[in-house]
């Protein structure tokens, strides 16, 4: 192993750590069922206060795409909201998947993401047409979603709170994810983090396990 960090708990990020996304692949097929002048409502749709209260699971997915309907002036179908939120979802390469079962011989694994109840049902669909697993949890023995902690990255509260479930000090986590700002949450409370800015990272980070 390239590095083998004192810690006992390695914690990944979803999103571009261990499934591959593109954000602006959804954006731009947003857009193509859109008038043109609605296409700033597009740019700012993450910003919007339902979306980030249903990433904290604050609304339902009911209630979710009832604001999407509204905040586009759309009636799309459930389904049709479904297809264009979840078309940010790539693929799960099992050489990922392989190295955190590696790294589960030696450490803890687990994941922290901000996610939402209609992507991990797609994602768990993934999992399961594709890698003949019903979730996560046979591979990691941590799973933490925004959406059921009410809360979210990059805020302070969520990586305490994901401590306390560990029953450890921060020093004793190393924390993979994609977004600076996420990086810097979790530095911000003393645990150790690595920011994933390409497919290869991880792999480079730890060599051949």
Same mark, same amino acid.
Do not use: C
């Given at each position: ?33 859109? &008038?043109? *002048? ?21 609304? *339902? *997915? ?62 768990? &669909?993934?999992?399961?047409? &594709? ?52 990086? &810097? ?25």
């Amino acid at each position: 192993m390239k590095n083998s960090p004192d810690v006992d708990f390695l914690i990944f990020d979803l999103g571009n750590v261990i499934i591959d996304i593109d954000y602006q692949r959804s954006l731009n097929l947003i857009k193509s069922k859109l &008038e043109e *002048s609605l296409h700033d409502r597009v740019d700012f749709f993450y910003q919007t206060e339902f979306h980030k209260s249903y990433e904290k699971g604050l609304i *339902s *997915s009911v209630q979710f795409r009832d604001e999407v309907r509204d905040y586009f002036s759309q009636s799309w179908s459930d389904q049709e909201i479904d297809t264009l939120w979840n078309s940010l979802l790539g693929k799960i390469p099992p050489q990922r998947l392989e190295l955190v079962k590696e790294l589960r011989k030696k450490y803890q694994v687990g994941v922290l993401s901000n996610t939402n109840e209609i992507h991990i049902d797609a994602v768990h &669909e993934m999992l399961r047409s &594709e890698h003949g697993l019903d979730r996560f949890d046979p591979i990691f023995d941590w799973v933490f979603y925004s959406h059921e902690m009410g809360l979210a990255k990059p805020s302070a509260e969520i990586y305490e709170k994901m401590l306390a479930e560990l029953n450890t000090s921060p020093d004793r986590v190393l924390f993979f994810d994609d977004l600076k700002a996420n990086v &810097e949450g979790a530095k911000a409370v003393g645990i150790e983090a690595v920011q994933v800015t390409g497919p290869r990272v991880i792999f480079d980070f730890f060599g051949n396990v």
